[in-house]
Nanobody
Framework: QVQLVESGGGLVQAGGSLRLSCAASGSIFSLNTMGWYRQAPGKQRELVAAVTSGGSTNYADSVKGRFSISRDNAKNTVYLQMNSLKPEDTAVYFC????????WGKGTQVTVSS
């Protein structure tokens, strides 16, 4: 059984920074993709950023240049450094792990005040 535990969400003013972490446990294949989706009220869940076990990254256009994703394969942990936060970044952020099937964390709230 795979479990994902997120941490690091919170309330921050516009222009501020937050760092999200997500640790995966259980039967984790060495080849996988980890990352973050987000869902704002009334909107669909959208990909924010993802990183493969080989280090390839993918970002949503809206966060390029502001967010940075990284991972520690030895710890099965993925990080999302979020800088220059905007009110429109407010959402619940969900960690995900993909290895033939999507696994999801419970989500962590990020609120950016103007």
């Amino acid at each position: 059984q795979v479990q994902l535990v997120e941490s690091g969400g919170g309330l921050v003013q516009a222009g501020g920074s937050l760092r999200l972490s997500c640790a995966a446990s259980g039967s984790i294949f060495s080849l996988n993709t980890m990352g973050w989706y987000r869902q704002a009220p009334g909107k669909q869940r959208e990909l924010v950023a993802a990183v493969t076990s080989g280090g390839s990254t993918n970002y949503a256009d809206s966060v390029k240049g502001r967010f940075s994703i990284s991972r520690d394969n030895a710890k099965n942990t993925v990080y999302l450094q979020m800088n220059s936060l905007k009110p429109e970044d407010t959402a619940v952020y969900f960690c995900h792990l993909y290895m033939t099937y999507f696994y999801w964390g419970k989500g962590t709230q990020v609120t950016v005040s103007s």
